[in-house]
C-alpha cells in the first residue's frame, strides 16, 4: 500500500534494487562454486608443480675430494711407470753361479757336467766359491768323445774329480790373483800366472773375468783343466 503513494521513480529505483537483489542470490551459488573449484584445483595442482622442479644436488664438503666413478686413485707415494720403458732385468749378482751358467748360452756343456756330477747343489749353496769355467769350444777341444764318456753314471767319480779341480773357495776377483799356487777344492794345486794384464790358470786362458754371482765369481777360460795324476 506504502508504495503506491510513491513518487514514479521511486517505484523504478525500488524495483531496480529488487531486481539487483535477486541476481545477486541466484548468482551467489554459482560464483561460490566456481570459487571453490579454482582454489580446489589450485591446490591438487600445487604438488604436481612441486614434483617437475629440479633439486640441484648439494656441493661436496669442503676439502673433500671426489674420485670418479670407476676409477681408483692412484696409490700414495708410487709414480707410474713411463711409458715404453721395460723395468729393469736383475743383475748378475743376484743369481748363484748355476743360475749363471745355465743362462749363458757358452756354458751349455758345463752346466750338463754339473747335473751328471751332481754338483749343482753344491755351487747353488752359500759358498762362496771361485769357478774357471771352460767353455763349450774348451770341451770340444778334447779328444773326440772324451765329454761322452766322462757324463757316462760310471765315471761320475772322475767327472767330479775333473770339476772340482775348476773351483776355488772364496770369491776371488782378478785384481786379487797374484802369480802362484791356489789350492783347488779337488785338493790338487793350480798355478795362477799374471803378467802383462793377462791371467792363466793351470794354462788355460782367462778370457772373461769377474762375472759376479751371489755366492761367488765366475773367470771363463779356454780351456778344459785336469788334476794332475795321483802320485804313488
Known amino acids: 500500500m506504502k508504495n503506491q503513494n510513491l513518487p514514479s521513480w521511486m517505484k523504478q529505483l525500488t524495483g531496480f534494487a529488487g531486481i539487483i537483489g535477486a541476481s545477486a542470490l541466484i548468482g551467489f551459488p554459482a560464483w561460490a562454486h566456481i570459487t571453490s573449484s579454482t582454489n580446489v584445483a589450485n591446490a591438487t595442482q600445487t604438488p604436481q608443480v612441486a614434483g617437475n622442479v629440479k633439486t640441484t644436488a648439494s656441493p661436496a664438503p669442503t676439502g673433500v675430494s671426489q674420485t670418479p666413478t670407476g676409477t681408483s686413485p692412484a696409490p700414495t707415494g708410487t ?34 757336467a754339473l747335473g751328471s756330477a751332481g754338483l749343482v747343489t753344491t755351487l747353488q749353496g752359500k759358498g762362496p766359491f771361485t769357478v774357471f769355467a771352460p767353455t763349450d769350444a774348451a770341451f770340444a777341444a778334447l779328444p773326440k768323445a772324451t765329454v ?13 774329480k775333473i770339476l772340482t779341480y775348476h773351483v776355488v773357495p772364496g770369491a776371488v776377483l782378478s785384481t786379487s790373483l797374484k802369480s802362484g799356487d791356489v789350492k783347488s777344492v779337488e785338493g790338487s794345486s793350480l798355478n ?30 779356454d780351456k778344459v783343466l785336469m788334476p794332475p795324476a795321483p802320485t804313488r
Open 148 to 160: 761322452d764318456d766322462l757324463l757316462k753314471p760310471a765315471n761320475k767319480a772322475k767327472l767330479t
Open 192 to 221: 795362477v800366472a799374471v803378467s802383462a794384464g793377462k791371467v792363466t790358470v793351470g794354462g788355460a786362458n782367462v778370457v772373461k773375468a769377474d762375472i759376479k754371482a751371489s755366492n761367488g765369481v765366475i773367470h771363463v777360460i
Open 79 to 112: 709414480s707410474p711407470a713411463p711409458t715404453g720403458v721395460s723395468p729393469a732385468a736383475p743383475t748378475g749378482a743376484t743369481k748363484d753361479i748355476v743360475a749363471i751358467a745355465s743362462g749363458d748360452a757358452q756354458f751349455k756343456t758345463l752346466t750338463k
